[in-house]
């Protein structure tokens, strides 16, 4: 297995990881948080497909998904290309309202698909290029890439254990 098939595989597990943490709730079962300042399952696939697109764009110099269309007027949000999330203030984490379990679906796979494209080109040699220097050691491409499967896989495990909680009531 290469470089290319095994990040491929790692990303491509995602998708159907989302349909199953979000497919079929309701609106504000999305919206249910288990606590004060606790986050939503609408917050936490929104916020990891947000990492995904913003970390892909950039990779790819490119325009994010979100930006591209009418994502974030399904969330009830301005299309905001720095609003990934970071740093949300409670408050701010509850005005993500996304439509519907849909909305998150469509968004993430949109999201995919650009980094589905973008990981099938990738050579062994690409992983070592340095992405971004403001860090010690700096970041290569592999890092990131890394880092955002590690940050997208915690949160959609987030998003299924609160499920879980909204079912089992």
Do not use: K
Request: aromatic residues 8%; charged residues 20%.
């Amino acid at each position: 297995m290469d470089v290319s098939d095994l990040l491929t595989e790692t990303y491509d597990r995602l998708p159907d990881l989302v349909r199953a943490a979000v497919g079929g709730l309701r609106p504000e079962q999305l919206h249910w948080a288990p606590g004060p300042g606790a986050n939503s399952i609408g917050w936490l696939v929104w916020h990891l497909t947000r990492i995904q697109d913003q970390s892909v764009a950039d990779l790819l110099d490119s325009e994010q998904v979100w930006v591209s269309g009418d994502w974030a007027g399904r969330f009830g949000l301005a299309a905001d290309a720095a609003d990934t999330g970071f740093g949300h203030s409670p408050a701010q984490a509850a005005a993500v309202r996304p439509e519907s379990a849909q909305a998150l679906v469509d968004y993430y796979e949109a999201v995919a698909s650009r980094t589905g494209s973008f990981l099938s080109g990738l050579r062994p040699a690409d992983l070592d290029r340095v992405v971004d220097e403001a860090w010690d050691p700096p970041v290569t491409l592999g890092v990131r890439l890394v880092s955002v499967a590690e940050d997208d896989l915690q949160h959609v495990g987030q998003a299924a254990y609160l499920r879980g909680l909204i079912e089992a009531d």
